[in-house]
C-alpha cells in the first residue's frame, strides 16, 4: 500500500506560480508512475500530468503543457508539479495519484484557487 500526502495549494492570481508537491510512503518502491489530477466544482476529475518513476517519462494534458511542469524526487518518494501563468480556469481540488502494479492510490487533495 502506498499512501499520498499532497501540499503547496492555495490562493493566487491570474497569471502567478505554485507549486504542488506530493509525499508518498509505504510500498514506494513498487511504484510505476505517479500523476496529477484535478477537479473543478461540478465537473469530473481530469487528467494533468503523469511522470514514470524510472526514466522519468513524462506527459500532460493540453491544457497543462507549456504552463505545468511535473517532476520526481525518488531519493524524497515526492512528486512535484510547477505551475506557471495560472488562470482561473485552473481553480480546483489537486489530488495525487500513484500507480503501484495494477493498483491505484490517491491523495485527499489540496485546493488551488485563482482569482482573476
Known amino acids: 500500500q502506498v499512501h499520498l500526502v499532497e501540499s503547496g495549494g492555495g490562493l493566487v492570481q491570474a497569471g502567478g506560480s505554485l507549486r504542488l508537491s506530493c509525499a508518498a510512503s509505504?510500498?514506494?518502491?513498487?511504484?510505476?508512475?505517479m500523476a496529477w489530477y484535478r477537479q473543478a466544482p461540478g465537473k469530473e476529475r481530469e487528467f494533468v500530468a503523469a511522470?514514470?518513476?524510472?526514466?522519468?517519462?513524462?506527459r500532460y494534458a493540453d491544457s497543462a503543457k507549456d504552463r505545468f511542469t511535473i517532476s520526481r524526487d525518488n531519493a524524497k518518494s515526492t512528486v512535484y508539479l510547477q505551475m506557471n501563468n495560472l488562470k482561473p480556469e485552473d481553480t480546483a481540488m489537486y489530488y495525487c495519484?500513484?500507480?503501484?502494479?495494477?493498483?491505484?492510490?490517491w491523495g485527499q487533495g489540496t485546493q488551488v484557487t485563482v482569482s482573476s
Open positions: 495519484r500513484s500507480l503501484v502494479r495494477e493498483t491505484f492510490y
Open positions: 509505504g510500498r514506494t518502491e513498487s511504484v510505476g508512475d
Open positions: 511522470i514514470r518513476w524510472t526514466g522519468g517519462t513524462t
